[in-house]
């Protein structure tokens, strides 16, 4: 039972390069969610998608920021022209596709914006 | 706004003892509640569910309650081990909703 893999799981960069980061889900979930989290904070949602519609986007995700899920496969997160601000740990997670599901989380990849 | 508070940002509790976690909700659509436990530099861990139309489900040493009309869930650990010390997140969620709406966390710390 393969889990959620998140690549990188570590990133550096400076202000103002573009990062992209990729999650592949559990392979018979439908659902994908990119979730951000702060320190002292909990995670906060970005975004998901149902197969490869991304049905819902929050408030935080500027537009700066933009995710795919071409194939309802894997998806990609990508921030353009970074900000220290961005700095956080990047979260995935899938889930069958059924509303009010249990999430299952990968290991983050955790950005670091100098 | 907060839809989902750990008024507790940290629990202390000694090996064997009873760890009791809380969590409070406002939004009357959520219908689904979760627990996470989450150690540094790595993603949240499920660890239990409860759905709305239960007030209580178990699983080994994990149980949690949940009181519909305070709008308050709990999670108790019994009994606490030094392999639970890591943060507890709580989230909610809804039948129509997809995300997951998490609190802040409380760090719970379980020493010999």
């Known amino acids: 039972d393969t889990g959620v893999s998140q690549d990188p799981r570590h990133k550096i960069t400076k202000r103002g390069q573009n990062v992209t980061f990729r999650c592949d889900p559990i392979s018979e979930h439908n659902r994908l969610y990119w979730y951000r989290q702060t320190l002292g904070q909990g995670p906060e949602f970005l975004t998901y998608?149902?197969?490869?519609?991304?049905?819902?986007k929050s408030r935080l995700l500027s537009d700066r920021f933009s995710a795919e899920r071409p194939k309802g496969s894997f998806s990609t997160l990508e921030i353009q022209r970074t900000e220290q601000g961005d700095s956080a740990m990047y979260l995935c997670a899938s889930g069958r596709g059924v509303g009010g599901e249990t999430q299952y989380f990968g290991p983050g990849t955790r950005l670091l914006v100098l | 706004d907060q839809q989902v508070k750990q008024n507790s940002p940290s629990l202390s509790v000694q090996e064997g003892r009873i760890s009791i976690l809380n969590c409070d909700y406002t939004?009357?659509?959520?219908?689904?509640f979760l627990w996470y436990k989450k150690y540094p530099a790595e993603g949240p861990t499920f660890l239990i569910s409860i759905s709305s139309i239960k007030d209580k489900n178990e699983d080994g040493r994990f149980t949690v309650f949940l009181n519909k009309s305070a709008k308050h869930l709990s999670l108790h650990i019994v009994p606490s081990q030094p392999g639970d010390s890591a943060v507890y997140f709580c989230?909610?969620?809804?039948?129509?909703?997809?995300?997951?709406?998490f609190g802040r966390g409380t760090q719970l710390t379980v020493w010999p």
């Open positions: 939004n009357s659509m959520f219908d689904y």
């Open positions: 989230a909610a969620t809804g039948s129509t909703l997809g995300r997951l709406y």
């Open positions: 998608f149902q197969n490869e519609a991304q049905l819902e």
